[in-house]
């Protein structure tokens, strides 16, 4: 089947704007995650969703980040008033569950950030 | 707070010797360890995990809570062993499933 796909695979946008990135999980996978690689750095957690359950928002940089799961499948990450430092590779990961630990990455999105 | 420790960002043997990609992990607890790898324009996947103690494409990594360490190796590398190596630590199978990832070792073998 269909592994975990993200759109758009690239982006660029200028400094000050907001960036909608999308994740669509493989079906059936309770569990979805985003997380940041940056240029130099390792994979940095971002949020967790599980099923109903509140998110897990621990990993968000600032206020404006946000992530929603409509209905319990496809994500959204926002980026508001973006900036230059916000320029990285966005990946979303889903799992069957938070015990079947195995995560499944998508692609990513670059984002680039003028 | 948990913390994964990759010592060397790069690391590049030639084909047939012996590799080593080495982890290191802060926790208090009991933690599950993985290894993911990313070759090159692909994405990132697992290659193992300390639980299943298996080998994959020649691959062991043996957890040391003693040392706190999770290095993974290889007797003879290949080729196409060529890629990034990320060593990641979840909290335990009861607790919130984010990893914590390290910074990565981008191993390269040679001809």
């Known amino acids: 089947g269909a592994g975990v796909s993200q759109s758009p695979s690239n982006k660029v946008t200028e400094k000050g704007k907001d960036v909608e990135l999308r994740c669509d999980p493989i079906s059936g996978h309770t569990a979805l995650y985003w997380y940041r690689q940056s240029l130099g750095q390792g994979l940095e957690f971002l949020i967790y969703f599980q099923g109903n359950s509140a998110p897990d928002k621990s990993g968000l940089p600032s206020d404006r980040f946000s992530a929603e799961r409509t209905g319990g499948s496809v994500s959204t990450l926002t980026i508001q008033r973006t900036q230059q430092e916000d320029s990285a590779v966005y990946l979303c990961?889903?799992?069957?569950?938070?015990?079947?630990?195995?995560?499944?990455f998508g692609p990513g999105t670059r984002l680039t950030v003028l | 707070a948990q913390r994964v420790t990759q010592p060397e960002k790069l690391l590049s043997v030639f084909k047939g010797a012996p590799v080593e990609l080495k982890c290191n992990y802060s926790?208090?607890?009991?933690?599950?360890l993985f290894w993911y790898v990313q070759y090159s324009r692909q994405r990132l996947q697992l290659l193992l995990r300390?639980?299943s103690r298996e080998s994959i494409k020649g691959f062991t990594a043996d957890l040391n809570k003693g040392e706190t360490s999770f290095h993974l190796k290889k007797p003879f590398a290949q080729e196409e062993d060529s890629a990034m190596y990320y060593c990641a630590l979840k909290k335990g199978e009861t607790s919130g499933s984010r990893l914590t990832f390290g910074e990565g070792t981008q191993l390269t073998v040679n001809p």
């Open positions: 300390h639980i």
């Open positions: 990961a889903s799992s069957l569950s938070p015990t079947r630990n195995e995560q499944f």
């Open positions: 926790y208090s607890g009991s933690p599950e």
